[in-house]
């Protein structure tokens, strides 16, 4: 029996890599955007907002499993967007991607994402819920983003980078398993200062100035220097923030 899988979020940086592995005989995989399908695209491509709602029906009808990749940081962030999905939605496993520490660390991405988490959980769906670290790409970003600047600056703390791919790999490996419930969550396989991870950056892309790790007030950032945002007994990944620089400079 052939098996639909829709990946919401599926041009996004880890959804992107999640359509594209779960591929294979006996499965049509759809993916879902705001964006018109492009040219050649191996996907079963359905166009919908989870904002407005628009689309979001004809996507869902007849998934098996939703992989729900999508994330948007305006208007009640991930909450509101999976209300919709849920709403929409007959009987699929939901497979749903979060972050380590959200509990813990009050930023408001953060709380809509643990809003979202109860919503799956009170949805009477199947679901499964992989919590993961920060990726390499947006650990590297911060620093990026800063490179007009004569002085990088970072929030005083650590990060445990993980490898979009093999955050991927876990998804795919749970979108094809059983509904788990909230499954061991993943990190990368190094805990660094994120002092460190900027020289590391600055260093692969040959620029050389100072990095001065500032301490901001509040819970959230305390939370972030305590190490909330870490799971050190979950060093799974095993691409190291250089491998991952090396592929790129
Ligand atoms: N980045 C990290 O370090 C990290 C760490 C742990 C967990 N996560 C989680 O991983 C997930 C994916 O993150 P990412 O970095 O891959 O995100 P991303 O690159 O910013 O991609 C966001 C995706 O969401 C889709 N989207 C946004 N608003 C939408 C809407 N209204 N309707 C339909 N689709 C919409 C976008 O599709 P279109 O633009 O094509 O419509 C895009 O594919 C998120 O839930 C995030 O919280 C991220």
Redesign the pocket.
């Known amino acids: 029996m052939s098996e639909t899988i829709l990946v919401?979020?599926?041009?996004?940086?880890?959804?992107?890599v999640v359509a594209k592995r779960l591929l294979g005989d006996g499965r049509e995989i759809r993916?879902?955007?705001?964006?018109p399908a492009p040219v050649g695209t191996p996907y079963a491509w359905r166009t919908?907002?989870?904002?407005?709602g628009a689309g979001i029906a004809e996507a869902t009808e007849g998934a098996d499993t939703i992989v729900?990749?999508?994330?948007?940081a305006s208007g009640g962030g991930?909450a509101a967007?999976t209300r919709r999905l849920i709403e929409a939605t007959r009987g699929a496993h939901l497979v749903?991607?979060?972050?380590?520490g959200i509990e813990k660390i009050p930023f408001l991405?953060y709380n809509a994402?643990l809003a979202t988490e109860r919503l799956i959980q009170e949805s009477g769906l199947p679901w499964t819920i992989l919590?993961?670290?920060?990726?390499?790409?947006?650990?590297a970003g911060l620093t990026k983003a800063q490179l007009r600047l004569p002085v990088t600056f970072t929030l005083k703390g650590r990060f445990q980078?993980?490898d979009?791919r093999e955050?991927a790999d876990r998804l795919v490996e749970l979108a094809l398993g059983q509904p788990s419930g909230r499954v061991p969550d993943m990190g990368g396989p190094e805990v660094r200062d994120s002092t460190d991870l900027a020289r590391t950056y600055l260093a692969a892309v040959g620029r050389d100035k100072p990095v001065v790790a500032i301490s901001l007030p509040g819970k959230a950032a305390r939370a972030f220097r305590a190490g909330a945002n870490l799971t050190p007994e979950h060093a799974d990944g095993k691409v190291t923030f250089e491998q991952y620089l090396a592929e790129r400079h």
Do not use: E, N, W
């Open positions: 919401t979020g599926g041009t996004g940086a880890l959804g992107r993916v879902l955007s705001r964006k919908g907002d989870l904002k407005t729900h990749c999508a994330t948007g991930d967007t749903y991607i979060s972050i380590v991405y994402k919590r993961a670290t920060q990726f390499h790409d947006l650990v980078p993980v979009v955050v």
